[in-house]
């Protein structure tokens, strides 16, 4: 179960060596990292000054990675989990995935509850003071490494 774990930590360590590039360095201590083992509860908010990219892991596979400014409490803590609540989310992305319908555990009328129940949660969160771009850049360098299945 430990695998993802170190995947995020290796793609991290690689992502502050491309923010050095970039000319806006960022230390290993300015990254929060939270591993939310599945079953998982949804964080219940969004620390103040700070902004965050997160993602779902189930099973070997990246399914979604996004991103949350600091201003974005829904998007952080319940979005994902109700595939009404905004597009692009992953509970919408899973209603719509015909292959859903034979994985065990799994309701199209309660995504939310598969996905807290089997899916694995990163927060990383960062200072806000490192901007919007630096979070932009985050969110893009995880979908290149990763692959998340619904951001294809």
């Not at 083992?37 to 964080?43: S, V």
């Not at 596979?61 to 829904?74: C, E, R, T, V, Y």
Request: hydrophobic share 40%; proline share 8%.
């Amino acid at each position: 179960m430990t695998a993802w774990r170190d995947e995020v930590a290796g793609a991290l360590d690689d992502f502050r060596a491309v923010t050095e590039l970039a000319g806006a360095p960022i230390s290993k201590t300015d990254l929060a990292i939270e591993y939310l083992d599945a079953p998982h509860r949804p964080p219940s908010s969004l620390p103040g000054g700070r902004m965050a990219v997160y993602g779902f892991w189930h099973d070997g596979d990246w399914l979604k990675i996004g991103q949350a400014g600091p201003n974005s409490q829904a998007r952080y803590t319940s979005q994902h989990y109700n595939p009404n609540s905004a597009p692009s989310t992953l509970a919408a992305s899973l209603t719509k995935d015909p292959r859903m319908a034979a994985t065990a555990g799994f309701e199209l009328a309660r995504p939310g509850d598969w996905i807290k129940a089997r899916c694995c949660r990163v927060n990383v969160l960062l200072p806000a003071r490192h901007g919007k771009a630096v979070l932009a850049l985050l969110e893009a360098f995880l979908h290149v490494r990763f692959q998340p299945r619904y951001e294809r």
